[in-house]
T-cell receptor, first 114, second 118 residues
Framework: SQQGEEDPQALSIQEGENATMNCSYK?????LQWYRQNSGRGLVHLIL???NEREKHSGRLRVTLDTSKKSSSLLITASRAADTASYFC??????????????WGLGTSLAVNP | EAGVAQSPRYKIIEKRQSVAFWCNPI?????LYWYQQILGQGPKLLIQ????????DSQLPKDRFSAERLKGVDSTLKIQPAKLEDSAVYLC????????????????FGEGSRLTVL
């Protein structure tokens, strides 16, 4: 079953605006990861945030994690046309016995219009 | 550092035919994953190897899919016979950091192999 659920499913903004995507999950996690996928390409890792962290930054990216709400958000500031892509969150379970694989969401499709 | 290599990039076959995909992970990465990604969906794990042993193949349709990772380096995923619903992108990924069996670090993905079954 898909644990990670991103919202919105699709987002369209103008260049220069900020884009915020959210990810919710159901069970305790070891870490949560965000990936980007350009059309027709493989996935590229953006940020990994561990369960004991609340916020991480990387360039124009900011990720927050709220374990009490079982949710994370990815903020892209000052967006560019090149940020147009699908964004996925993936959760690594914590102490999940035999179920240790990353759980992927369905992704948010971001379109940044010039 | 060379990335994850996959081939072929594109393959078109008739249903009931067979196909094989190859993956060469980043050097030194002990963990290798095969994912299936259907258009508009997130990746679905088919099989995970740790060195040349299988860690998870619970979602691999074993009546038609098989995968091997001989010598713990490159890997091959085979589909025989293919069905229409196998049309998807097959992504290979590798990672070096596993903690108690849980992915504790980033995955590095190849560009994928796009399969179309007619």
């Amino acid at each position: 079953s898909q644990q990670g659920e991103e919202d919105p499913q699709a987002l369209s903004i103008q260049e220069g605006e900020n884009a915020t995507m959210n990810c919710s999950y159901k069970t305790s996690i070891n870490n949560l990861q965000w990936y980007r996928q350009n059309s027709g390409r493989g996935l590229v890792h953006l940020i990994l945030i561990r369960s004991n962290e609340r916020e991480k930054h990387s360039g124009r990216l900011r990720v927050t994690l709220d374990t009490s709400k079982k949710s994370s958000s990815l903020l892209i500031t000052a967006s560019r046309a090149a940020d147009t892509a699908s964004y996925f969150c993936a959760t690594a379970p914590y102490n999940a016995g035999n179920n240790r694989k990353l759980i992927w969401g369905l992704g948010t499709s971001l379109a940044v219009n010039p | 550092e060379a990335g994850v290599a996959q081939s072929p990039r594109y393959k078109i076959i008739e249903k009931r035919q067979s196909v094989a995909f190859w993956c060469n992970p980043i050097s030194g990465h002990a963990t290798l994953y095969w994912y299936q990604q259907i258009l508009g969906q997130g990746p679905k794990l088919l099989i995970q190897f740790q060195n040349n042993g299988v860690v998870d193949d619970s979602q691999l349709p074993k009546d038609r899919f098989s995968a091997e990772r001989l010598k713990g380096v490159d890997s091959t995923l085979k589909i025989q016979p293919a069905k229409l619903e196998d049309s998807a992108v097959y992504l290979c990924a590798s990672s070096s950091y596993i903690l108690a069996g849980v992915p504790a670090g980033e995955l590095f993905f190849g560009e994928g192999s796009r399969l179309t079954v007619l």
